[in-house]
């Protein structure tokens, strides 16, 4: 069965750091083009793009996030990361991997059919 899974959220305070891990298991990617994303949903809001990683190492963020959040993939495990620095309280949200095997519309959150079952992220002032 081909699954992500996400891990590394939590509670922290304003201007702390976290670090989301999302691992692909019962598939490989290694040898395709594809797109991993992370994007989040906080309450009563539409679920958003926030950072994507593509198969030959490119990267996109939003806006809010650019400059505070970094990610990574380890392609030798199938894992993506997210490392969060110096967190917001609009940060708070359920945080989301995805992945499509596609190079492109990587931001785009209708594009991708593959996601994990969330992982909640709460900064708090």
């Known amino acids: 069965q081909v699954q992500l899974v996400e891990s590394g959220g939590g509670s922290v305070q304003a201007g702390g750091s976290l670090r989301l891990s999302c691992s692909l298991s019962?598939?490989?990617?290694?040898?395709?083009?594809?797109?991993m994303g992370w994007f989040r949903q906080a309450p009563g809001k539409e679920r958003e793009f926030v950072s994507y990683i593509k198969s030959d190492g490119s990267t996109g963020y939003t806006a809010t996030v650019k400059d505070r959040f970094t990610i990574s993939h380890d392609a030798a495990e199938d894992t993506v990361y997210l490392q969060m620095n110096s967190l917001k309280p609009e940060d708070t949200a359920m945080y989301y991997c995805?992945?499509?095997?596609?190079?492109?519309?990587?931001?785009?959150?209708?594009?991708?059919?593959?996601w994990g079952q969330g992982t909640q992220v709460t900064v708090s002032s």
């Open positions: 995805a992945t499509r095997l596609a190079g492109d519309y990587c931001a785009n959150v209708a594009y991708y059919y593959l």
């Open positions: 019962g598939f490989t990617y290694r040898y395709s083009t594809y797109c």
